[in-house]
């Protein structure tokens, strides 16, 4: 049972370029979301999705964009990398008829320079 | 709005004391409250959730915590600390029908030979 996975795990890229972090769970949750996790702030979410094609912002969400066609795949692009955007970035999901506890994948560290 | 807060950013304890971290919520309906623990370089894991069952839940790894609806408080404790349980804790909340899950801080436990 794979869970949930993140590719890539690390990642370094320069400020302006576009950057796709990878999603993907096999457990047919209904519910994933983005978060990004940095010193002092926390977790702090970005996107989720509550199905296929429905997506929501989050409280971090500018410079960021998702798409959800499939149920088990949901990246995160970052369409002009900044310094701000360097941080660790986690995906997790949920069932629909879960109580509320999400479950995480093992994270992206992205570096901007 | 929805808001935790973890008291301690930094807690130390020597191994074999107990461990107490403490968590306060904001809303005054019994919400669903999390504890998730984070080892290094890893995503986070569910320690125990409360759903308004039973007061007192136990998790995984010896850990359990109390929901106290008079104080707004969701403490988590381990009677007997091990060299094992040095991570990052947090506490989170989510209320009933909302989608999302609001995190604390974070408090990182050092455990003191």
């Known amino acids: 049972d794979a869970g949930i996975t993140q590719s890539p795990r690390y990642k370094i890229t320069e400020t302006g370029r576009q950057v796709t972090l990878m999603c993907h769970q096999t457990w047919s949750h209904s519910y994933m979301f983005w978060y990004r996790q940095d010193l002092g702030h926390g977790l702090r979410l970005i996107y989720y999705s509550a199905a296929a094609d429905i997506t929501d912002k989050g409280e971090v969400p500018d410079g960021y964009v998702v798409s959800r066609s499939k149920t088990e795949n949901f990246p995160l692009t970052l369409e002009s990398a900044t310094r701000s955007q360097t941080s660790v970035y986690f995906c997790a999901s949920r069932g629909q008829r879960s109580s509320y506890e999400q479950y995480f994948g093992p994270g992206t560290r992205l570096t901007v320079t | 709005a929805q808001s935790v807060t973890q008291l301690g950013s930094h807690v130390s304890v020597s191994e074999g004391a107990l461990v107490l971290l403490r968590c306060n919520y904001s809303?005054?309906?019994?919400?669903?409250l999390f504890w998730y623990v984070q080892y290094p370089n890893q995503g986070l894991q569910l320690l125990l959730k409360?759903?308004?069952?039973?007061?007192l839940v136990k998790g995984i790894n010896g850990f359990e915590a109390e929901f106290k609806k008079s104080e707004t408080s969701f403490h988590l404790t381990k009677p007997s600390a091990h060299m094992s349980d040095a991570a990052e804790y947090f506490c989170?909340?989510?209320?009933?029908?909302?989608?999302?899950?609001?995190f604390g801080k974070g408090t990182r436990l050092h455990i003191l030979p």
């Open positions: 989170a909340v989510s209320d009933l029908g909302d989608d999302k899950i609001i």
């Open positions: 809303s005054s309906v019994p919400p669903y």
């Open positions: 409360y759903t308004s069952a039973a007061t």
